[in-house]
């Protein structure tokens, strides 16, 4: 991205990002398209729109999607419940309906007087329907409120990430308006990049065999979940605040239960590999 | 510009849509990139939206800029290496007199055309340039060492990243995965109202308030949730070891998929006897009866196995394969019991139709309605599944 004029993003001090992935969120800038952004759970697609907030210095709004949001939420709410109660018990004034128009997630980026970073969290756990019911209003930056005639248009086109985890298939329309870019897992190198943001002094020859551990455990298939980042910066946590020495670590396996969250993994690592490795841990842990 | 390369690109199956071409050339006309790298990158970001496409597009990409790599970088890593006295001595005393008697251009010449030669048939090996003995940039693996053509990261172009293919275990057209299957099975559903009255019923509010002259009276209503309970019987050992990974992805889909009431799944070996288990290795065992009795006969029944076993397996008291289970039922009347119990139920059969002209196939096959086990094949049972009854 050499030309000016436009928001160079350059990753933060908080989130080490590859070439490939800064290059998407500029273009996507650039353009004024929403990015898209897809990757195994851990790999920081969340923290991507939090960096952009923080390294371009613009606020962040963020829409979490639920497997019961409407895509209508996101634009405004009409509070008519509300409304009904006032006008039983003469409140306010019931004939000015501004005042039940409430802006949704969506609403309040269009509207905001500055350009902000709008984050619409795993679209894929709303109904299959819903990232369709966006595309003119993604396309166009603005949509219409019947109930108050008004329409509501981009001040400044919101940066927009949309982060998925490939549950549902997205349409294809939705895709067509997308820039696109899957977060592959880190390599060690770039997850020692990342451990050091961290944790600035953490001792090398800890990182060294923390990672190599947690490389060699992402290699059991057998795994429902395997360890991710997220998991791997908390076990790191835990073994500088247990104190564990650095030769321990991949013999012993301390605080495994931080590396894997389901308990049919946890079952399956010590029954297949503990055993082989001693005992010392699971004394250690009773 | 580049419009070949689109085609190239459809070619290979991406699906490009103009939309996204038309993308593409804004942000060109913008100036957003300086070299092929950044192209690489920007189009793909602009053009590709799964990473099951990430390799076609490596394949198309490699394909059409095969040969447009700036020979300017090549050289200057070679000149890097050759003035790299440390390299010189890990030649041999053959390739040394080899090595002096060229000049460096014609080094150069020779360099490029092997490469070339090399990045044609890159398949075959993970070396880059030397073959053996004789050649002056020395023995296969000394070379690549030294200067590092299509060495890592920063220094690499956009060619070599495609010729990697390091997306190839994305793709999906090559089998069966666990997303497709689960997207089959999001199919299975039957929205119901049940749980708590959580949601606003606005024709009886308003009817309500309408009876009570204005005085306001909120009516709610249950919210709608899928209904569906699977009930999945699935055969291991035996003649279904390898399906063992069809059958592994089909239930971790089903096992992952929230949207279902209630899912519950039993094995069995070959065929039902008096016994079904818990556990792949069929040490807990559940009585088939005690089963039947309490397991409603709204769950939707998914048998999965080849249904491929000795006639007398299926049809004779004590036909089981293994002696010590003994069953003074034969298989077949288990069977029909099972299929008594519930209203809607399928066979899905990892072999595909040609291989059901087999007696205990087709007996079974009268009983519970057969699917093979492919994706078409699932959702056809899925839709079988959820019809009326």
């Known amino acids: ?286 | 510009m580049f419009t070949d390369f689109f085609y190239t690109l459809r070619k290979r199956k991406v699906p490009v849509s103009t939309t996204e071409w038309m993308t593409l050339m804004e942000a060109l006309t913008k100036g957003c990139i300086t070299n092929l790298d950044e192209f690489y990158f920007l189009a793909r970001a602009i053009l590709v939206k799964s990473e099951a496409y990430y390799d076609h597009y490596d394949v198309a990409f490699k394909e059409y800029f095969k040969g447009v790599e700036t020979p300017a970088e090549i050289s200057e890593q070679i000149l890097e290496w050759i003035r790299d006295p440390i390299n010189r001595m890990i030649l041999t005393e053959k390739e040394q007199i080899l090595f002096d008697s060229m000049d460096f251009d014609e080094l150069l010449e020779e360099l490029e055309k092997r490469l070339k030669e090399q990045t044609e048939q890159h398949d075959r090996g993970g070396y880059w340039i030397g073959r053996g003995g004789t050649s002056p940039f020395g023995h296969s693996g000394y070379y690549p060492a030294g200067i590092r053509i299509g060495g890592e990261s920063r220094g690499r172009h956009a060619i070599q990243i495609a010729q990697e293919r390091r997306f190839r275990n994305y793709r999906n057209d090559l089998t069966l995965d666990v997303r497709q299957i689960k997207i089959a099975l999001k199919s299975l559903r039957r929205l119901s109202r049940i749980g708590s009255e959580d949601e606003l019923d606005l024709k009886k509010t308003i009817d309500a308030i309408a009876k009570n002259a204005g005085e306001i009276e909120l009516m709610w209503q249950r919210s709608r949730k899928n209904a569906v309970k699977v009930l999945l019987l699935m055969d291991v050992g035996g003649s279904m070891e390898p399906f063992a990974l069809l059958c592994n992805q089909l239930f971790s889909a089903a096992h992952s998929s929230t949207h279902f009431k209630d899912l519950r799944y039993y094995y069995f070996h070959n065929c039902i006897y008096d016994d079904l288990y818990q556990d792949i290795e069929r040490q807990e065992a559940v009585s088939t009866d005690r089963l039947l009795s309490t397991i409603e006969s709204d769950y939707k029944l998914i048998l999965v196995g080849d249904a491929r076993m000795a006639p007398s397996e299926l049809m004779e008291r004590y036909g089981a394969i293994n002696y010590y289970e003994r069953n003074e039922t034969p298989g077949i009347v288990r069977l029909n019991q099972i299929a008594e119990h519930f209203t809607h139920y399928v066979w899905l059969n990892p072999y595909g139709p040609r291989f059901w002209i087999h007696p205990t196939v087709q007996m079974i096959g009268k009983i519970f309605p057969m699917f093979p086990l492919t994706l078409n094949g699932l959702e056809q049972a899925v839709k079988s599944l959820i019809v009326k009854k």
């Open chain 1, 1 to 286: 991205m050499k030309s000016d004029g436009f928001d160079q993003f350059k990753g933060s001090s908080d989130y080490v990002t590859s070439e490939p992935l800064r290059n998407a969120v500029n273009v996507a800038i650039a353009l004024g398209r929403p990015l898209l952004i897809r990757g195994e759970p851990g790999t920081g697609k969340t923290l991507l729109a939090h960096s952009i907030s923080s390294g371009l210095g613009k606020k962040l709004i963020v829409w979490n999607i639920k497997s019961t949001t409407k895509a209508q939420e996101g634009l405004y709410v009409y509070d008519t419940v509300q409304r009904l109660n006032d006008s039983r018990f003469g409140d306010r004034d019931v004939s000015d309906i501004k005042q039940y128009i409430k802006l949704g997630k969506l609403g309040q980026a269009f509207a905001s007087l500055e350009q902000v970073v709008l984050l619409i969290d795993e679209v894929d756990k709303a109904d299959i329907e819903f990232p369709n019911d966006l595309l003119n209003e993604l396309d166009e930056m603005s949509f219409h409120i019947p109930e108050t005639n008004e329409t509501i248009t981009a001040i400044h086109r919101p940066i927009s990430v949309i982060t998925s985890n490939a549950e549902k298939e997205l349409p294809d329309a939705f895709l067509r308006r997308c820039i696109f870019h899957y977060i592959e897992f880190p390599d060690p190198e770039l997850m020692e990049e990342i451990v050091q943001v961290h944790f600035p002094n953490i001792k090398n020859s800890l990182l060294r065999e923390a990672l190599k551990t947690f490389y060699s455990l992402r290699e059991i298939d057998e795994f429902r979940k395997k360890p991710s980042t997220s998991e791997l910066i908390d076990w790191i946590r835990a073994l500088i605040v247990g104190g564990i020495p650095h030769e321990n670590v991949s013999k012993e396996i301390p605080f495994v239960g931080t590396l894997l969250k389901k308990e049919t993994d946890y079952d399956y690592f010590v029954n297949s590999h503990m055993t082989r490795i001693g005992s010392t841990f699971i004394t250690r842990r009773q």
